[in-house]
């Protein structure tokens, strides 16, 4: 087993270099204090209690550990009346909504801020080790939290941790390749083997590259592998979200990370949500020109795909397999059959959405080639348009496309969708779309 990075059991009372979080701030009404007699082994601990008003309230420590290196940290934990239910007052009566989070163990800084164990909420008195694992961004500083509440979920009750520990990932948790590496516990490879997950990671390699390529040549995270985390829960319920690491969400009841890697294992399935996230880490430097990343990750993905099949047909390699919801297998540049349905989902309809023009964009590269495509991205990330807004963006990225393609603008996008598009704008003054 792995030595302890860090440990604290608090028998020495409040320790030094911990400090009180709130999203109260200076109005916090939540006590942090040493408990005795109520701890592991009749010892002490330390009690985090929020009773008169709903506070994100936790104790973090800032650790200096080894650079870009995954570990494991881990408490035991109980907790007291934690609420679970506000009233939202926001609609023309008020309504009982769930809260999204209670008490956790968490990150606090940088890339994984949404890195925290399975809410808890309710009673349960007897003491249980939690745990979730991170990896240490370049400079190796990260801030553990022992936590009640959580980012845009404020709560009420009493929680209790004990025993708090730091320490080095397993080894056989750990896989890696020339631009990725990955961090998944037993559970999540019950239904592939180390090899499979490995050839898995290699052809995300060969998308880096392929992404590189669309990117002007500019990587993220100055060259650093790009971690895939699974994790153990998230306030949203999002599948995964960028950065490094990728972090791919599961919980107690599902495990969506499991899933996809015998997907992968047995019929070769890129995954389509780690496809957008790596995507949306190519989403380089200057991104004044971008009106929607959730559209051009997809985009850099899906020129990925592309090439990745061409390379098959001049026997360069297996054709690429992408399945997507609701787990349909694609085949290479077949992919632009799940943004036609989306087009028709949407964009026929009256309804502005980047699935919808993205497929667009898929039907005008088939005609000009990627080249007017690869031009546009790279002027338009070599200067400054942070002072225009979505809209005034989308012409200009069609203006050049245009100019670099020798089309009119009238052949890249039609009268009516570009209609579909400034009605939304002028509803929402924007063009995210979620």
């Excluded at 998944?184 to 239904?191: E, G, K, L, P, R």
């Excluded at 009119?408 to 400034?422: A, F, G, M, Q, T």
Aim: net charge negative.
């Amino acid at each position: 087993m792995p030595k302890y990075t860090f440990m604290e059991s608090f028998e020495n009372g409040l320790p030094s270099g911990w400090e009180k979080r709130s999203s109260k701030h200076e109005n916090s009404l939540a006590t942090v204090e040493i408990e005795t007699g109520t701890g592991l082994n009749n010892g002490k601990c330390l009690k985090i209690s929020s009773l008169e008003q709903d506070e994100d309230v936790g104790y973090a420590k800032t650790l200096q550990l080894a650079p870009n290196s995954y570990y494991k940290l881990s408490a035991y934990m109980k907790y007291e009346n934690v609420t679970n239910q506000y009233i939202d007052y926001s609609g023309d009566t008020p309504e009982i909504r769930r809260k999204s989070d209670g008490a956790n163990i968490c990150l606090y800084n940088g890339e994984a801020i949404w890195n925290r164990t399975a809410t808890a909420t309710g009673t349960d008195t007897s003491w249980k080790e939690v745990s979730l694992l991170f990896k240490t961004p370049e400079s190796g500083i990260v801030m553990i939290g022992l936590r009640l509440g959580f980012f845009f979920s404020e709560t009420k009750g009493t929680v209790w941790f004990d025993n708090v520990k730091v320490e080095p990932v397993p080894s056989d948790y750990i896989y890696e390749s020339e631009h990725f590496d990955a961090c998944f516990d037993a559970s999540d490879t019950q239904y592939t083997t180390r090899e499979g997950i490995i050839n898995w990671l290699s052809d995300l390699d060969k998308v880096y590259v392929l992404m590189k390529e669309f990117s002007g040549n500019r990587i993220p995270f100055n060259g650093n592998k790009i971690g895939i985390l699974a994790s153990d829960g998230h306030p949203s319920g999002s599948a995964s979200y960028a950065g490094n690491p990728i972090m791919w969400f599961k919980s107690s009841n599902e495990n969506p990370v499991a899933n996809q890697l015998k997907r992968s294992y047995e019929n070769g399935d890129l995954s389509f949500a780690i496809l957008h996230e790596i995507g949306h880490n190519f989403n380089l430097g200057n991104t004044s020109w971008n009106w929607n990343d959730e559209m051009f990750a997809n985009f850099r993905a899906y020129y990925a795909v592309d090439q990745l099949e061409k390379m098959h047909l001049n026997n360069m390699g297996p054709m690429p397999v992408v399945y997507n919801d609701p787990n349909i297998r694609r085949e290479g540049t077949q992919l632009k059959y799940y943004y036609l349905s989306r087009y028709i989902q949407t964009m026929s309809r009256g309804e502005f959405h980047h699935d919808g023009l993205m497929y667009r964009l898929i039907e005008v590269q088939e005609e000009i080639g990627w080249e007017p495509f690869l031009k546009t991205i790279q002027y338009l990330s070599s200067n400054d348009f942070s002072d225009k807004n979505d809209m005034e963006k989308f012409d200009l990225f069609y203006s050049k496309l245009s100019e670099y393609s020798q089309r009119p603008v009238s052949e890249l996008i039609s009268d009516y969708d570009k209609s579909v598009v400034k009605a939304y704008w002028d509803k929402h003054k924007s063009l995210f779309t979620p």
